[in-house]
């Protein structure tokens, strides 16, 4: 299963942002977003290196909620 990673950015240099998410940072291609007019600050959602879509705070907030949830759920299972 592939999922996308919602991630905000935190710098742009051309098509390139560096963004975060969870503590952690990545550098992002904008390419494929390029006519969106992204800015520091913005969500995105991230997949193999590449911001796919932009999406608000609060869908950013309620993935990471789910992602947690299944985080949570994988580490209870017994082995």
């Known amino acids: 299963m592939c999922l ?4 905000q950015i935190q ?3 051309g ?3 560096r963004c975060t998410a ?6 992002v291609s904008l390419f494929m977003l ?7 600050g913005d969500y995105v959602v991230v997949h193999l290196g590449h ?11 309620m993935a990471w ?5 299944m985080l949570a759920a994988e580490a209870t ?3």
Not at 53 to 61: D, G, H, K, N, Y
């Open 4 to 7: 996308g990673i919602p991630m």
């Open 11 to 13: 710098s742009i240099d």
């Open 15 to 17: 098509f390139v942002a």
């Open 22 to 27: 969870k503590g952690a940072q990545r550098e």
């Open 34 to 40: 390029q006519d969106e007019g992204l800015a520091v």
């Open 51 to 61: 911001a796919i879509s932009r999406m608000s705070p609060e869908e950013a907030a």
């Open 65 to 69: 909620e789910i992602y947690d949830a």
């Open 77 to 79: 299972e017994p082995a």
